[in-house]
């Protein structure tokens, strides 16, 4: 039987799906402007996710794609924008009338997307615990602002799912509030505030940890920025809590033997007096040109003490490149 949270937030997405909510979720990051690319209005109203799981540097060789929790439809039409192919994009939701929605938006942006057919995308009925998908058929899983509805025994079910359906090096993209304070048992109860992408926020190295206990080998962090405020006016709490977003790419490698590859945009920076640095183990450093690495290899290189070794903090922001 399905937990009586979840019924809470599908009948918050049933209704904003009927009216657009605008201020359901507050995104963080911009709207995609491409070429020939239009975006409609009403698409932007119900985009209700937290960041954006849109990343050229995943959609290359017109990949599978699928999108669970549909919204409007935005991040959908902005992968099809990358593919353009029939079914090319599935997207799932649980909430029919949010993919009635979307499907009605879809027709919209056709007026103004001669490069679009509606037909790009594949919508599917379906529960994010259960998808209606085959076992490794997809290049590219994406979810905005979903995850983080889910307690801990919904959202392992949810990444398994994941899992199960992307091939190998497979990427699943996520987007979802983050909380390194503990969010009171007061809060994390309320299931409208879960249903609104606010109590279910977890600390950030707990949120890691799920996702690479399901197996998942490398981790990019894209992206970390300021998304919301509880404070004692509004809610029962005795101290302000500050809720970030961040956006993760999560890629299916198989795991190394020594743990994952968690990149967060540390780098190392050799400025000794020798041609290079070589660690011995697969890094060769060049007299100051950053490598970027994993925190894991930061670990390794800090072990070393190796005093013309430059570690740089956390930036919160990889893209690519470096060890590993």
């Not at 599917?124 to 307690?151: H, T, W, Y």
């Not at 994952?260 to 890094?283: L, M």
Request: charged share 25%.
């Amino acid at each position: 039987m399905e937990p009586a949270y979840l019924q809470t937030a599908q009948n918050v997405y049933k209704d904003a799906a009927k009216k657009p909510d605008i201020g359901l979720c507050c995104t963080t990051t911009p709207v995609w402007k491409l070429p020939g690319l239009d975006i409609p209005a009403i698409m932007q109203q119900m985009n209700y996710g937290c960041g954006s799981t849109v990343n050229a540097r995943d959609l290359v060789n017109n990949p599978q794609i699928l999108y669970v929790g549909v919204g409007g439809g935005m991040e959908l039409l902005q992968f099809a924008y990358f593919n353009r192919k029939r079914s090319g994009v599935i997207g799932v939701d649980v909430v029919e009338e949010m993919l009635q929605a979307s499907w009605r938006n879809f027709i919209e942006a056709e007026k103004t997307n001669p490069w679009f057919s509606k037909d790009f995308v594949e919508l599917r009925i379906g529960n994010a615990l259960l998808l209606p998908v085959e076992n490794s058929s997809i290049d590219v899983a994406a979810q905005n602002c979903l995850f983080n509805i889910f307690k801990e025994k919904e959202l392992k079910k949810a990444l398994q799912e994941m899992y199960r359906v992307l091939k190998p090096h497979g990427r699943l993209v996520l987007s979802d509030p983050i909380c390194d304070t503990e969010m009171p048992q007061v809060l994390q109860e309320d299931e409208r505030l879960r249903a609104v992408c606010l109590s279910g926020a977890l600390p950030l190295d707990q949120y890691l940890k799920m996702i690479t206990d399901i197996g998942f080998g490398t981790i990019e962090i894209r992206a970390r920025r300021p998304y919301r405020i509880l404070d004692p006016k509004h809610y029962d709490i005795d101290e302000i809590i500050y809720i970030e977003s961040v956006e993760v790419c999560a890629i299916k490698d198989p795991m190394p033997v020594d743990g994952p590859c968690i990149f967060t945009g540390k780098t190392a920076i050799y400025f000794g007096d020798a041609q290079f640095f070589d660690d011995h183990n697969g890094h060769i450093l060049l007299p100051n040109q950053t490598l970027a690495i994993c925190d894991k290899t930061a670990g390794k290189l800090n072990e070393l003490g190796n005093k013309d070794i430059f570690i740089s903090p956390s930036t919160w922001f990889y893209d690519g490149g470096g060890c590993c």
